[in-house]
């Protein structure tokens, strides 16, 4: 229930975000600005076009001076348009800390600290490889990830994750891409029964690190299954709740476009009806 609670409040969310860039981009983005400085720019270019044909240097030097005195015009607008795309990032920013701050699956995770001090479930010190162990109890069953994380002067440089299954079955493998330096992640076995310890293995491949760290999901992660695959993307299952957030945001943006151009539509439309109606 709480995993459905939150999915809502992602999607939530997600509209909450779509309506709030909809009306700073109303509010802070000069439109008519934007379309006269198009429509300008497209008369200059053909306008030069025009005199590059004509070979007339004279005109040639004329068009140019008019494209160099439409920059500052241009800038003007253009800076108009950053500003308001800083406005929307942070927007985008808060909403993102409330998505990771509610989210459930990472509330109940098990952090861990990898040595390669040869001591535990590492077999041999200073060869690279970090280990650590997890006792397994409790009844939380089904498919846990190991996230690994790698750490140099405090700067993360590299991270990967596999998964395990916890006395059940389970067809979901999925598990993150790796980044940054290339770790390689292992356990002893991938399946394991209540009572049994689990060994985890991560190796570096030569990189350097002062600091190795493991996050255990403890058996909860988020996941929706969609009712179509994504095109291109091939994608049927979304994993983490910011990818839902994003999804759904896109669905939200594309359908108020269609609306609102649809409404335009009809509004034209019936106001050129009523000017034939006039004449």
């Known amino acids: 229930m709480v995993f459905e609670i939150f ?64 920059l500052p015009k241009m800038n003007k607008v253009m800076m108009g348009q950053m500003k308001m795309m800083f406005v929307v990032l942070v927007v985008f920013a808060a909403f993102m800390w409330v998505v990771g701050y509610f989210d459930p699956s990472v509330q109940d995770d098990i952090k861990l600290i990898m040595t390669d001090d040869g001591n535990g479930c590492d077999q041999k010190a200073g060869d690279g490889t970090y280990s650590v162990c997890y006792h397994l109890e409790g ?24 998964y395990f299954i916890y006395k059940s079955d389970g067809a979901d493998t999925y ?12 356990t002893d076995k991938k399946t394991y029964e209540s009572g049994e310890t689990v060994a985890l293995h991560a190796s570096l491949a030569g990189a350097r690190a002062d600091n190795v760290q493991m996050v255990l999901s403890n ?57 034939k109606v006039l004449v």
Do not use: C, H
């Open 219 to 275: 058996g909860t992660y988020f996941s929706v299954e969609l009712p179509f695959t994504i095109p291109l993307f091939n994608v049927k299952t979304i994993y983490q709740p910011y990818w839902w957030f994003i999804f759904i945001s896109i669905i939200a943006s594309l359908g108020s476009t269609l609306v609102m151009s649809a409404i335009q539509k009809a509004k034209g439309g019936g106001k050129a009806g009523a000017e």
């Open 139 to 162: 009844t939380n069953y089904g498919k846990w990830t190991a996230l690994v994380k790698a750490f140099n002067g405090g700067a993360e440089i590299g991270s990967n994750e596999t």
């Open 175 to 186: 598990v993150n891409p790796g980044k940054g330096q290339p770790i390689s992640v292992e």
């Open 7 to 70: 999915t809502a409040l992602v999607a939530f969310l997600a509209l909450a975000y779509a309506g709030t860039t909809r009306f700073l981009q109303a509010k802070l983005m000069d439109k008519k600005a934007l379309e006269e400085m198009q429509t300008e720019s497209k008369l200059l270019s053909k306008e030069f076009d025009e005199a590059k044909k004509s070979g007339n240097q004279k005109r040639i030097d004329e068009a140019m001076k008019k494209q160099m005195d439409f």
